[in-house]
């Protein structure tokens, strides 16, 4: 079927709907936001118009770097360990057997359903002294039993799990189109089936791997709740700070500038990520 | 001793059996064809020559040594799927090299053999093409020469030329014999076209159900069907019930038939190619039937006789056209040098 680009202003009418509704609930509250960040607050948690840059002025300090820093690199480590996870995993369910398929899809799919302070509350649960995990292995004789949270990795470990999910679901349907037969060329050529893996699956998805790199940064970059449950105060990231101060400190203005910043930073890391991509493979 | 060995192999999926006790001998240096119907156990007999299914039970040799526990990539064997399988994100020249690459061999090296196996296949200066911007036939020659790269011992061909159009199959089977008999590997294929197999093969595998029914020569295939499924399958056919007396003489459809004797037999069934069915005048010798209906191709006359509540059908070449109308009785000969008494 050969498509053809609308020719005439009536044949973009069914795109109304959408872009009416991107409007509406996108681009409106984006640039109110933007408007925002450069108001002037008021003492007392209100902000009246104008156009300052104190907001992003503020930011230009140490600590703020290092937050910012600090939530790239996290947002970075959840992307790389859910992928890491991510990819063997969906791998072998591909080419098990079909139902095994839905009974892992379905399990996967009911985490999705639970929100993300169950999932904080219920790690914090299991990571702690007195009824988590680290019983079980004291019963054992392994070690103390011993609180695991606070910590980077409880943080670590709550984000990745949260985040799995939406990462098997976007390398799935690309898994399942693989031709299984490129692993058994790979074997028969004389490569094992961990070399094969390696030297064909991964590459062949090269893509699709970092499209589900650049979503699962994305999605823990928002994550502002399991830092505060399960890390120390220098586990927070910027979404905490922003958090903290449009609904804590009533300072709207400059949770709008950092929220503004964070945007534009993560965005040009995904513009570098995808330019990255492209330049590979034209090499 | 040398060669390819298969000794009982059985391969059982859940109560399924998809090969059975089969056993099979290939010489070095022979171009075997597998042909079957589809599900007739060929591509599982393939894959387990290639180590991709284990056999459930039996056992495979390959230069006089068990290969059956050795996994495939230890197995240095070149195969070639029917999806081609070539790797989309190389170019043509990394997927020749990626046997080379695996076992480490040098740059340079991988290059000239690169080089030596596109010359091979006639695509010299393709190594930096992309695989998806080849045509069908161009690929194809690119998934043979990526399993030819290291030479190996055993060259397994699942489907090859499947996908290809039915004139560049002909060419590309004439192609792929060529090139077998001019490296001297021992190659097998699997087919359902038969004719793909008689034009390639040294020795032609007729499997049906899991099970070898018959394995010769493409030739003793075609002339001397161990069965009515091979004689059936192998070209075409006419099966024509018989039965014996105590003698030993032969009658068909009630007509005593002259110079065969039957040993052993008291009924079966004989396959007589159309070709050798000779339509004559109608005597004591001969069975009797009626022209059906006459089918001239140009190139062969086909003509349909009902005799003994079936369709028999007789070819001819045009110049020896018989000369019959439809509804005419005329009596039919079977030549016992050129007809086959079948065991089942």
Redesign the interface.
């Known amino acids: 079927m050969r498509r053809e680009p609308p020719q005439r202003f009536p044949d973009y009418g069914p795109l109304m709907f959408p872009a009416a509704m991107l409007v509406v609930f996108f681009v409106i509250p984006f640039a109110t936001m933007i408007a925002v960040s450069f108001f002037e607050r008021q003492q007392g948690g209100f902000y009246e118009p104008a156009f300052v840059f104190d907001n992003y002025g503020r930011f230009l300090s140490l600590f703020f770097g290092k937050v910012l820093a600090f939530s790239l690199f996290l947002a970075m480590a959840v992307a790389a360990a859910c992928v890491t996870i991510g990819v063997p995993f969906t791998y072998l369910l591909s080419r098990s057997s079909r139902g095994t398929q839905i009974r892992w899809l379905v399990v996967l799919l009911s985490i999705l359903s639970l929100s993300e302070v169950m999932i904080g509350f219920a790690w914090s649960t299991l990571l702690s002294r007195t009824a988590g995990i680290t019983n079980l292995f004291a019963m054992l004789g392994l070690m103390d039993a011993q609180a695991l949270t606070p910590s980077f990795g409880a943080v670590m470990t709550a984000m990745t799990y949260q985040a799995l999910p939406y990462t098997v679901l976007v390398l799935y349907p690309a898994l399942v189109r693989l031709d299984p037969t490129l692993t058994e060329a790979a074997r028969t050529l004389g490569a094992s089936p961990v070399r094969a893996f390696f030297t064909v699956i991964v590459p062949a998805l090269r893509n699709t791997i970092l499209a589900t790199l650049i979503m699962v940064f994305i999605f823990a970059l928002g994550s502002y709740l399991l830092p505060q449950l399960l890390g120390r105060p220098q586990h927070w990231t910027l979404s905490v700070l922003i958090t903290d101060q449009a609904i804590y400190q009533s300072n709207m203005p400059f949770a709008a500038a950092m929220a503004v910043f964070l945007v534009l930073v993560s965005l040009s890391l995904v513009g570098l990520a995808v330019y990255a991509g492209r330049q590979k493979e034209a090499a | 001793m040398s060669g390819l060995i298969l000794s009982n192999v059985t391969k059982q999926f859940g109560t399924f059996k998809a090969v059975k006790d089969v056993s099979l001998s290939v010489p070095d240096g022979t171009f075997v064809c597998l042909l079957g119907p589809s599900g007739c156990g060929k591509t599982t007999l393939m894959r387990m020559i290639?180590g991709?299914d284990l056999p459930t039970t039996g056992s495979v040799a390959l230069g006089g040594e068990d290969i059956t526990q050795i996994?495939?990539?230890?197995?240095?064997?070149?195969?070639v799927?029917?999806?081609l399988?070539l790797?989309?994100?190389?170019t043509v020249g990394e997927n020749i090299a990626?046997?080379l690459r695996?076992?480490g061999i040098d740059k340079a090296e991988q290059k000239k053999r690169v080089d030596e196996l596109l010359a091979m296949i006639h695509l010299p200066g393709f190594a930096d093409r992309s695989v998806g911007k080849l045509s069908g036939g161009q690929r194809q020659r690119v998934a043979i020469a990526?399993?030819l790269?290291?030479s190996p011992k055993l060259f397994?061909l699942d489907e090859p030329l499947s996908a290809l159009d039915a004139k560049l199959r002909e060419a590309m089977q004439v192609e792929l014999r060529q090139l077998q008999q001019r490296l001297g590997i021992t190659t097998i294929v699997v087919t359902h076209d038969q004719r793909e197999a008689m034009t390639m093969a040294d020795t032609v595998v007729v499997m049906n159900g899991g099970e070898i029914r018959q394995a010769a020569a493409p030739v003793d295939i075609y002339r001397r069907p161990a069965d009515s499924f091979v004689a059936d399958f192998i070209g075409s056919t006419n099966l024509i019930p018989f039965q014996a007396d105590d003698r030993g003489q032969a009658s068909i459809f009630g007509s005593t038939i002259e110079g065969f004797s039957l040993v052993g037999a008291k009924a079966g069934t004989i396959s007589v190619r159309p070709e050798d069915v000779q339509i004559v005048t109608e005597d004591a010798s001969s069975v009797t039937g009626t022209v059906a209906f006459i089918r001239d191709l140009g190139g062969t006359v086909e003509t349909f006789i009902e005799a003994g509540g079936q369709q028999i059908i007789a070819v001819a070449s045009p110049r020896a056209r018989p000369d019959v109308t439809i509804g005419q009785t005329v009596g039919l000969r079977f030549d016992p040098e050129t007809s086959v008494v079948l065991a089942r």
Not at chain 2, 71 to 79: E, F, V
Not at chain 2, 87 to 90: M, S
């Open positions: 290639a991709l996994p495939t990539h230890k197995r240095n064997l070149g195969m799927f029917q999806s399988a790797f989309p994100h190389l990626y046997a695996i076992r990526r399993a790269a290291i397994l």
